[in-house]
């Protein structure tokens, strides 16, 4: 039973990761529950819908992300679980076309809404 629900929370992440890369505001937002936190690394966090969505929009209008996550940990507690991952990549400044490297730490809460996964609050920081 845990193992089933971490896979569905691994496929999250790949989910997520994937509205990253491909820098869609719309797919991010939706992976969130409706009162979600996402509490970005050296920028106001993001409460509810609406907030998440404009704050990826305005980070992917100054970004393009090609990361990968790595899980570390996953911990599941009935209806709550979180989840520690790293990820590392590349990041391109859109303003001068700069590509940089890219590495963070996170941590993600997630809660199960109508038997779906969802990520309630995530932060994460720069490790390099």
């Known amino acids: 039973m845990i193992k089933e629900e971490k896979n569905k929370i691994e496929a999250l992440l790949i989910e997520y990761k994937k509205?990253?890369?491909?820098?869609?505001?719309?797919?991010a937002k939706?992976?969130?529950?409706?009162?979600g936190i996402f509490m970005p690394s050296g920028a106001p966090s993001a409460i509810g819908s609406e907030a998440i969505l404009k704050s990826y929009e305005f980070i992917f209008?100054?970004?393009?992300?090609?990361?990968?996550?790595?899980?570390?940990?996953?911990?599941?507690?009935?209806?709550?679980?979180?989840?520690?991952t790293s990820s590392k990549g590349t990041v391109k400044i859109l303003a001068n076309g700069v590509e940089a490297p890219e590495a963070n730490r996170e941590l993600f809460v997630f809660e199960k809404v109508n038997e779906e996964w969802k990520i309630a609050r995530y932060m994460f920081n720069?490790?390099?």
Do not use: H, P, W
């Not at 990253?20 to 719309?26: M, P």
């Not at 209008?61 to 520690?84: C, H, P, T, Y």
């Open 19 to 27: 509205s990253l890369n491909i820098s869609d505001a719309g797919l």
């Open 30 to 35: 939706s992976l969130y529950t409706k009162n």
């Open 61 to 84: 209008s100054q970004i393009q992300l090609n990361i990968e996550f790595f899980i570390e940990e996953i911990e599941v507690e009935g209806n709550l679980a979180f989840a520690v």
């Open 126 to 128: 720069k490790t390099e």
